[in-house]
T-cell receptor
Framework: ETGVTQTPRHLVMGMTNKKSLKCEQH?????MYWYKQSAKKPLELMFV???????ENNSVPSRFSPECPNSSHLFLHLHTLQPEDSALYLC?????????????FGPGTRLTVL | AQSVTQLGSHVSVSEGALVLLRCNYS??????LFWYVQYPNQGLQLLLK??????LVKGINGFEAEFKKSETSFHLTKPSAHMSDAAEYFC????????????FGTGTRLQVFP
């Protein structure tokens, strides 16, 4: 595998379920990101990790819980979600978290909350 | 705070015609600017970026963009559209006050007709 991979690609869950999204980067990068992409809205940055330390939490509800066990893996744990949380969740990585570093995106997980 | 405006949520061109996608930003300091493309069911891919070097930036797939400070613009162009250019295009600006944050526009969907 090369680049940034995300699993699963599609996920349907009920509001009482607990699930996790997984992201893996094979680029040797030090920074990883979670974004939410909803229709007709700009991408929303959710979390940023740099060297496995969370450096940004963009007022995200606690029903979303990130985890970064090492610099290659990033998880987003989901529990008691709401229908409005249905969206495409994108993971990205960059060499570091400097403002001019290019972010490389995964294909996303399409989440539907029933 | 930084912001990005993409004029026109949809742009349609004929194959072989000029592509022009507009992006204006607001910033109190020289920003870093990016154009990303998203094909259906895929993540975002970097087309090009401006990081305070040459104002005319050439990217992949024949695209280029010109940074115009006086107009606070970073419009994306391609001389001749190809059917494979049909996708959603996002302009983004880095936030100098926050090295971890990339601010995205709402996107422009490009349709190419034969």
């Amino acid at each position: 595998e090369t680049g940034v991979t995300q699993t699963p690609r599609h996920l349907v869950m009920g509001m009482t379920n607990k699930k996790s999204l997984k992201c893996e980067q094979h680029l040797g990068h030090n920074a990883m990101y979670w974004y939410k992409q909803s229709a007709k809205k700009p991408l929303e940055l959710m979390f940023v990790y740099s060297l496995e330390e969370r450096v940004e939490n963009n007022s995200v509800p606690s029903r979303f819980s990130p985890e970064c066990p090492n610099s290659s893996h990033l998880f987003l744990h989901l529990h008691t979600l709401q229908p409005e949380d249905s969206a495409l969740y994108l993971c990205a990585s960059s060499q570091d978290s400097r403002e001019k570093d290019t972010q490389y995106f995964g294909p996303g997980t399409r989440l539907t909350v029933l | 705070a930084q912001s990005v405006t993409q004029l026109g949520s949809h742009v349609s061109v004929s194959e072989g015609a000029l592509v022009l996608l507009r992006c204006n930003y607001s910033s109190s300091v020289p920003p870093y600017l990016f154009w990303y493309v998203q094909y259906p069911n895929q993540g975002l891919q970097l087309l090009l970026k401006y990081t305070s070097a040459a104002t005319l930036v050439k990217g992949i797939n024949g695209f280029e963009a010109e940074f115009k400070k006086s107009e606070t613009s970073f419009h994306l162009t391609k001389p001749s559209a190809h059917m494979s250019d049909a996708a959603e295009y996002f302009c983004a600006v880095s936030d100098p006050g926050n090295t971890d944050k990339l601010i995205f526009g709402t996107g422009t969907r490009l349709q190419v007709f034969p």
